[in-house]
């Protein structure tokens, strides 16, 4: 109803501040910008876009000229291409476009905006476009805002007369996100616009050069969103790898200016401390994030851009008994191991099917991996992603135990939890973790999983169901495409990797692999499909082991 009232009086309601004498001066903004800038390192081709070219994650749309801009959905025959379309509303790119020639990236900036509110008014016959949600307007206002800012530490003097028309983009965005801001869906939402808020009052207001309550309340408001939103063992609470670095990085760059008072400074360097230490708990050693729940390795930043950090030990475990994460490194290779809820019981619609599900990197080389997100709109792929079938915990074919639909609803819900409070370690070196599962109780009982990594490498799970309905009992596996899958004659099977040529043999006790299929998996978001195999395994009573050992003996080979 909000919306529709401000688009029948956008005159009346949208209300923007005076712009400051010298917009995007502030030092406070300077420093915010030199830790949010990381986030354009997603946008490796930005040369293109003063002529109107712009290529998002590898996926490029010439609309000819910086004039013939329409952010309508280009690619409306492609469900997964909605976060092209995200990324060019949300202006991220103008931190590389800046970096790369700040006057020029400012001049094609302002040229944007200008054509953007052109295209786009909001009145009562045009309504609200996408372009003005809020979380549109928070990533335009903290992009632009940054961008700006560097531009004038890098030189761009404060007469360019296109410095006020983004000035006034700024002011104009902010009017309707203080009005629109999802402080009631609360999360990331509401971060996203409590910082986009502080970050608009120190681009264009008078309060980004000297303290005042204005400005302390926007820091407070941002600061405490992400303080209610952290679990007590440091993880972001929607349990989304990617999220909780989106947050760490707006925790940071908050942080950076220096605008609290001594008891929020304290809060604020405590809380992105906690932080740090609890993303370890989803980092492979490959350095970057297992894709549980809704992530993306390319949705937001690489975790060393935001403060972690490999710890450079030989054998060693990270556990989060709040978030439901689980972490076993010996050497090279990594298991992380998913036992925890869907997701917070007020917001789950990042939660996926993969309780009990496990990621493995051997020797820095992703080897099981969680399929990720291969679509975020209403449809068969939405389906599939959230599916506990497309998922490797252990499960029944027929059954989820969760009850999804739409794109982010939950209906019945069912839980995965540790079954000890801490990861356990045998006399010979060995870590474990075990959990299970109620979310098929009403049909065969629970589900079980133990995970288990050696002082070899060598790993073992193994899955046990209460009373599994007959053959429907299954766990199944996906193997990125750099490994290729082997049988020798008497049907051993083994990975073999095309990167470095080592080869694992896969030894299933109390069951047997069923089905090879071609899939896919989706690591960077839904428009960078990669292929896959899918391992179908089945016991034959109700536990089974699967063995994952290196091939010593070189039976299999490259």
């Known amino acids: 109803m909000l919306n529709k009232r401000i688009a029948s009086h956008p005159d009346a309601l949208i209300c923007p501040k005076d712009i400051s004498r010298s917009p995007f001066s502030s030092k406070k903004l300077l420093e915010f910008a030199n830790v949010y800038q990381v986030l354009g390192g997603r946008f ?45 509303s949300f202006f991220s790119f103008a931190l590389p476009l800046v970096d790369e020639d700040p006057l020029a990236g400012v001049k094609t900036l302002a040229q944007l905006v200008q054509t953007l509110e052109a ?96 400005s302390e309340a926007y820091f407070e408001e941002a600061l405490s969103a992400i303080e209610r939103h952290v679990l007590e063992d440091g993880f972001w609470d929607e349990r989304s790898p990617s999220y909780h670095i989106h947050m760490l990085l707006l925790a940071r760059a908050i942080a950076a200016t220096k ?37 993306a390795m390319e949705d937001s930043v690489p975790p060393e851009d935001v403060g972690w950090l490999a710890l450079g030990l030989e054998q060693y475990y990270n556990m989060l008994p709040d978030a439901g994460f689980a972490k076993l490194v010996v050497g090279d290779t990594s298991l992380i191991f998913d036992a925890g809820p869907l997701g917070p019981k007020d917001m789950v619609g990042h939660g996926h099917g993969d309780f009990l599900s496990v990621e493995i990197c051997w020797e820095g080389e992703r080897l099981i991996v969680d399929p990720g997100v291969s679509s975020i709109t209403v449809g068969a792929e939405r389906v599939w992603t959230r599916s506990a079938l497309t998922h490797n915990g252990p499960t029944m074919d027929g059954f989820e ?48 999983r133990k995970v288990s990594i050696m002082p070899t490498g060598h790993i073992h799970i193994e899955d046990k169901w209460d009373a599994p309905p007959n053959g429907t009992a299954r766990s199944a ?10 049988q020798n004659r008497l049907g051993n099977l083994a ?64």
């Open 495 to 558: 990975l073999c990797s095309k990167l470095s040529g080592v080869s694992l043999v896969i030894d299933v006790k109390g069951g047997a692999v069923v089905s090879i299929e071609p899939s896919w998996w989706f690591p960077k978001g839904p428009m960078v499909p990669c292929k896959a195999t899918l391992l179908i395994l089945r016991p034959k009573g109700k536990e089974m082991a699967i063995c994952f050992t290196p091939d010593l003996a070189g039976e299999f080979g490259r």
């Open 259 to 295: 605008n609290a008072k001594l008891t929020q400074q304290e809060r604020i360097d405590a809380l992105i401390n906690r932080m740090c230490t609890a993303l370890d708990c989803v980092v492979h050693t490959d350095g970057e994030i297992a894709v549980f729940n809704d992530s």
């Open 44 to 88: 490796s081709e930005v040369s293109g876009i003063h002529e109107g070219v712009f290529v998002f994650k590898g996926v490029s749309h010439n609309y000819g000229a910086l004039d013939n801009v329409n952010w309508d959905q280009p690619f409306v025959d492609d469900p997964s291409m909605i976060n092209w379309w995200h990324d060019l």
């Open 119 to 214: 295209r786009h008014p909001i009145n009562k016959k045009a309504g609200i476009h996408f372009t003005w949600s809020p979380i549109a307007l928070s990533l335009r206002i903290m992009g632009l805002s940054s961008a700006v800012a560097r531009a004038k530490a890098a030189g761009v003097v404060s007469n360019v007369p296109e410095l006020l028309a983004l000035a006034k983009h700024i002011a104009y965005c902010a009017a309707i996100l203080e009005l629109t801001t999802e402080r009631y869906l609360g999360y990331n939402h509401h971060v996203f616009g409590a910082t986009a808020l502080f970050v608009a009052d120190l681009a264009v207001g008078e309060y980004g050069f000297a303290r005042n309550d204005q």
């Open 401 to 448: 135990p969760a009850d999804f639909f739409g794109v982010w609803r939950v209906g019945r819900r069912g839980q995965a939890s540790f079954d000890t409070q801490d990861v356990l370690q045998s006399p010979d070196g060995t870590f474990s973790i075990s959990g299970s599962c109620d979310g098929y109780s009403a049909v065969a009982g629970l589900v079980w």
């Open 477 to 486: 596996f996906l193997v990125p495409d750099t490994w290729s899958v082997k």
